[in-house]
């Protein structure tokens, strides 16, 4: 089993450790970044394109019972307001007629 360390040039920073079978080709290496933490955690799948990172599919967010009460309620609203515009503009063609 082979160790492998990456650290900065000063060798003061350890980036890195990880350990493998066989000796890996460390050459022509680059190092892409993230920083946006939750877009990190969601990625399930990606692929590098042009010296991107393409984000292929990502992990679906747990919804709170906050949230989902509050979407639920949201689409209340506005089944509320279709109901009342439809009565309204009947009303508005019974009294024109």
């Known amino acids: 089993m082979i160790r492998n360390i990456?650290?900065?040039?000063?060798g003061k920073?350890?980036?890195l450790e990880f350990t493998c079978e066989e000796k890996p080709n460390l050459e022509n290496i680059k190092v892409l970044q993230i920083e946006d933490k939750e877009e990190y955690?969601?990625?399930?799948?990606?692929?590098?394109?042009?010296?991107n990172i393409i984000i292929d599919d990502v992990y679906k967010k747990e919804i709170s019972k906050e949230e989902k009460l509050e979407k639920e309620l949201l689409e209340t609203k506005a089944t509320l307001v279709d109901l009342k515009y439809k009565e309204f503009i009947e009303n508005t063609e019974k009294v024109g007629k």
């Open 13 to 15: 920073n350890i980036i």
């Open 41 to 51: 955690k969601n990625m399930k799948k990606f692929h590098i394109q042009d010296g």
């Open 6 to 10: 990456i650290y900065n040039q000063d």
